[in-house]
C-alpha cells in the first residue's frame, strides 16, 4: 500500500510540476539580418519582461499557447503568434524587426499584428505554423490553409489547384529560406503547379508569406502568387522527435542539435501515405500512395554567418480501386483516368554573410521532377488499345546571389540569378483536340539557360507616415530570338503607403511581371523539331492595386484591396483554339501542343477581409471576394476564363478551450466556374470515342455554361493531452462534412454496353467512320466528406 501511495504521488507531482518548457527568441534587423538588444513579452500576462542581446531565452514556460511581443530600441515592435510550448522542449523562433525613422520618445509605435513590407504594403499575408494546423478543413497542408483569405479560389475538395486573383495555377512560385522548390503537391500537374496533397512539412514552418500582387523585385516568373516559406530553427536543447499516426499517413519527424556546441542543427522529416487506405474504404475509385521526405541540417558561425543545406522529394504511385461500388461516375473516372507515377526533388545550400552594412545571400540548388502516365482504352493492356505512354523530365540547376545594403536613409537590394535547365521527353500519344485526331511521337532533350538581375529600393518619409520602395528586374532566355533580349522583359514597380494615423493606412503597388512559358510548352517537338521556338514570348502581367488598411485593437486587422491585371503574350492553343489560361485544374500535362502567344486576358476584382489573431482564446477570419477573369478566343475576344468565379466567401473561425481543447470550422461558398459543353454527337462517334476514353469538349462553345454553386463545411477538434515530458494530440478534420453537390454541372457521360461490358454501337451496319455508341448519361456525385484523425505524439 506504501508503495502504491508513493508511486501515485510520484505521477501526481510530475504532472503537476514538470508541465514546462521555454522558448529562445533569436531577435535581428530584418533588412540587414544583425542581432539586436530586444525584449520580450508574454501577451495576457502580468509577467516580467525577458531581455537579451541578440537572442532572449524565457524558461519554464507552462505548456500551452502563447503570443509573445517583441521590442527593440528604433525598432516597431512585432509578435510572434500562436507558439505551443511543448514540455520539456527548448523551442527556437527568429524574430526579424523592422527599423523606425522616428524615435522620438514620446511617440507610441503600435506593435505590429500583421506583416506588411516596403515593396508589399498590401497582398500579402502572414500564416504561422500554428495557424495552418489548426485552420479547419486544411488537414495540415498549407494550400488548404491559404483558401481562407481573399481572392484565392480552388477547384475541387481534394485538390490544391490554386487560382489567385483569376490567375490559373500556373502563375505561382513557391520559396523556401530562399530556394525554389517547383514542386510542392504530390501527383503534380506537370505544366501547373496544383496537386491532390502538399509536400512540405508544415511541422517545419515557422510561417509561410503569401503574396497575391505586389511581388518583390528578387523573385522572377511570378504572375499571379509568390509563396515563402520561412522554415523555424531546430531546438537547442537536445534532440526532439515527432509521431504522427494519421488515417491519411504517417510521419516521423526529428529536430535538433547535431554538435556538442550546438552550431550545427537539423530538421528531419519522413512520410508515408494511408490514404489508398481511407480512400478504399470509403469507395472512391482511385488509390494514390506516396512517400515523400524533407531535411534541413545548418551551421551557425560565431560572426552571425550561416550555412544551411536543405532538400525535399517525393514519390507517389497510383493504381485503381476495383472494388469501387460502380456508379456511372466512377467508372467513367476509371476509364479516364491514367497510371501516373511520379517523383521529384530539390536540394540546395545557402550561405548568409553579415556584412558590415547589410549582408549576402548566395544560394545553389538542383530540382528534378520525373512524370510519366500510361493508358490503355478501357484499361485493356494490349497494343492496339494504347492510348498514351508518356515519359518526362524536367531538371534545374540554380544560382542566386541576394545583397541587402543601406545608404543613407535608403535601403537597397539587388543581386542576379542563372538558371540552367534541361527537359527530356520521350512519349506517344493518341488525343482528339477540336477538329482532329492527333498521333504525337514526342522526341525531345534540350537544354536552356535563364538569367535575370534586379534592384530594389525603400525610402521612409514624414517621420514614417509616407513609405515608398521603387524596383525593376530584367530577365532572359537562351531558347529563343523572341526570348533573349532582357530590355524586352523589363519589369518595374512601385509601391507607395501613407499613415494617416498608426492604425490606418492607404496602399498602392504597380508593376509588369513576366514569366517565361512551361517546359512542357517550350520542349514540345514534331518531326524532332521545337515547333513552339518561333512563336512563345515571355508571358506579361502588368498589375494595379491600391487599398486600405485598418489594425485596430485585440489583434483586429480589417483590409479593403482592389485589383486589376492585364495579360499578354499568354501561351494558345493552335489545336482546340483556347488560351491555355484556361486550363491545369485536373490531372495530367499542361502546355503539350502546338502553341503561339496571341493570348491576352484582364483580371480584376475586389476583396475584403477581417481577420483576427489568437487573443483571449479565440482567432477568426472572414473574406469576401468579387471578381472577373476574362481571356481572348480564337476571335480575339473576351470570355469568362475557366477560373471566373464572380463570388467567393470565407468564414474561418475557432476556438481555445479549457482542458486543453481546441475546435474550430470553416465554411467556405464559391459561384459557380465556367465549363465548356461536351460535343456529344461527335464524342459518340466509334473513332472519336477509343481515342477520347471521354466525351470531349466543344471549344468553340468555350466556357458558356457554369457550374454548381459550390459550398462546403470544414469541422476540425483536437484536444491535447500534457505529460511530465511529452504531449499527446488527438484530431479529427472533416473536409465536406454534409457531402456538397459536386462543383461542375457537366453530366457524367460514358458508354451503353452489353453483358461484356463492351460499348453498344447504336449503327454496326454503317462505314466505320459513321459508326456511333449508344451513350449513358447521368448526374455527378456529391462530393464526398473526407474524415480525417490521428493522434501526435511530441517527445
Known sequence: MRFRYSFL???????????????????????????LAASVRMLGSEGAVFTGEGNVLIADIPSGTYTFEVTAEGYTPTSLNDIDVVPNQNLTFSVGLIRSVNQIEEVTITRKSYKTTAESPLSLRNITSEEVQKNAGSNRDVSKAILSFPGVGSTATF????????????????YIDGIEVPVINHFQTQGASGGPRGIITVDFIKDVDFYSGAFPARRNGVLSSLFEFNLKSARKDKLGYKVILGLDDLQLMADGPLSRDQTWSGLFSVRKSNLQLLFKAIGLPFLPSYYDATFKVSKKFES???????GMGAKDSFKFNEDAEPTLANLTLIDRLPVSPQ???????????????????FTLSRNMLDNQALKYYRNIEVPQN?????????????????????????????????????YYNASVSRNVTQSTVNFDQLSSDFNLLQYGLYLQSARKLFDDRLQISGGLRMDASNYSDNTNNPLEQFSPRLSLSYKFTDKLALNFNTGIYYQLPVYTA?????????????????????????????NGPNSLRFTVEGYYKKYKNYPFSLRNQISLANVGGDFGVVGSEPLDSRGFGETYGLEVLAQKRTLNNFYGIAAYTFGYSRFSNASGILLPSSWDSRHILTMTAGKYFSRNWNVGARFRMQSGLPETPYDLQRSALVNIWNVANSPVQNFSLLNTSRGNLSHQLDIR????????????????????????????????????????????????????????????TGENDRSTPLPYFGFIFEF
Open 9 to 35: 504521488l510520484l505521477l501526481l507531482s510530475a504532472f503537476t510540476f514538470a508541465q514546462v518548457g521555454s522558448i529562445n527568441i533569436n531577435v535581428f534587423d530584418d533588412f540587414t539580418k544583425k542581432p
Open 159 to 174: 485538390r490544391n489547384d490554386l487560382f489567385i486573383r483569376g490567375g490559373s495555377s500556373a502563375e505561382n512560385k513557391f
Open 304 to 310: 552571425g554567418d550561416e550555412l544551411y543545406f536543405l
Open 343 to 361: 517523383w521529384n526533388y530539390t536540394v540546395g545550400a545557402g550561405y548568409r554573410h553579415l556584412a558590415e552594412n547589410g549582408n549576402w545571400l
Open 386 to 422: 494504347l492510348l498514351y505512354d508518356y515519359n518526362s523530365q524536367e531538371s534545374e540547376n540554380k544560382f542566386r546571389v541576394d545583397r541587402n545594403f543601406n545608404i543613407a536613409d535608403y535601403q537597397l537590394s539587388s543581386g542576379a540569378n542563372i538558371n540552367y535547365a534541361r
Open 522 to 550: 517550350l520542349g514540345f517537338t514534331q518531326n524532332g523539331v521545337l515547333t513552339n521556338k518561333n512563336t512563345l514570348k515571355y508571358i506579361q502581367n502588368t498589375h494595379l492595386v491600391g487599398g486600405m488598411e485598418y
Open 717 to 776: 477538434g483536437e484536444k491535447k493531452w500534457i505529460f511530465n515530458k511529452w504531449q499527446l494530440t488527438a484530431y479529427v478534420d472533416l473536409v465536406n462534412a454534409y457531402g456538397s453537390a459536386s462543383p461542375s454541372a457537366l453530366p457524367v457521360v460514358n458508354l451503353q454496353r452489353d453483358a461484356q461490358g463492351n460499348g453498344i454501337i447504336a449503327n454496326p451496319t454503317a462505314p466505320q467512320d459513321q459508326q456511333y455508341y449508344e451513350l449513358q
